[in-house]
């Protein structure tokens, strides 16, 4: 079985393999390889371009990588609910018959710190995390590990998200992912 995940992140193609062998235990025959696809979407996406960057790095891994069983791409961002900010991931998942299934985990609230530098600097977050990681040092390796003081890492969203795709192909015939 053959999996090329929709990126060449390292963090990336670990968490999916992680989830992947969770979910696939009987496979012994398994590849997962990662593909330098194109998101489409700026580099902090906002709301639907979050799901929208996940769907284009699976569906360009699939045209230029043919031959796998799945493609999976992974894309974090930023979305407002209830008048707050949060960070969240999209999974998409494509399989070989042309099918997807998408999920996304639950998100973790921009700190207002940061969500004021963007205000005050009139620009995007990746920018403004640049900026506080060189002023403040980097506590973690990514943004809910400077977010948090490293409590929470981003490969928690990813996992999520991953998995709540995922469960939509691999659930058992008894799940109500399999009724008709």
Same mark, same amino acid.
């Given at each position: 079985?053959?999996?090329?995940?929709?990126?060449?992140?390292?963090?990336?193609?670990?968490?999916?393999?992680?989830?992947?062998?969770?979910?696939?235990?009987?496979?012994?025959?398994?590849?997962?390889?990662?593909?330098?696809?194109?998101?489409?979407?700026?580099?902090?996406?906002?709301?639907?371009?979050?799901?929208?960057?996940?769907?284009?790095?699976?569906?360009?891994?699939?045209?230029?990588?043919?031959?796998?069983?799945?493609?999976? $791409?992974?894309? !974090? /961002?930023?979305?407002?609910?209830?008048?707050?900010?949060? &960070? *969240? #991931?999209?999974?998409?998942? =494509? @399989?070989?018959?042309?099918?997807?299934?998408?999920?996304?985990?639950?998100?973790?609230?921009?700190?207002?710190?940061?969500?004021?530098?963007?205000?005050?600097?009139?620009?995007?977050?990746?920018?403004?995390?640049?900026?506080?990681?060189?002023?403040?040092?980097?506590?973690?390796?990514?943004?809910? $590990?400077?977010? !948090? /003081?490293?409590?929470?890492?981003?490969?928690?969203?990813? &996992? *999520? #998200?991953?998995?709540?795709? =995922? @469960?939509?192909?691999?659930?058992?015939?008894?799940?109500?992912?399999?009724?008709?």
């Amino acid at each position: 079985m053959r999996f090329v995940i929709g990126s060449m992140s390292k963090r990336k193609i670990e968490v999916a393999e992680k989830i992947i062998r969770q979910f696939f235990l009987d496979t012994t025959d398994m590849s997962v390889e990662g593909y330098a696809s194109v998101s489409g979407v700026p580099e902090t996406p906002y709301d639907m371009q979050t799901y929208m960057g996940a769907q284009n790095r699976a569906r360009d891994a699939n045209v230029h990588m043919p031959g796998a069983d799945y493609y999976i $791409g992974l894309e !974090s /961002g930023l979305t407002e609910r209830y008048g707050h900010i949060y &960070e *969240e #991931a999209w999974s998409v998942v =494509l @399989i070989a018959d042309g099918k997807e299934y998408a999920g996304y985990s639950s998100g973790l609230k921009v700190p207002d710190y940061v969500l004021q530098k963007m205000n005050e600097l009139k620009i995007e977050h990746n920018e403004v995390m640049t900026i506080l990681e060189q002023e403040h040092g980097k506590l973690a390796n990514d943004t809910w $590990g400077n977010y !948090s /003081g490293g409590i929470l890492i981003r490969e928690v969203s990813l &996992e *999520e #998200a991953i998995r709540n795709a =995922l @469960i939509q192909i691999v659930a058992p015939q008894v799940s109500f992912f399999k009724k008709t």
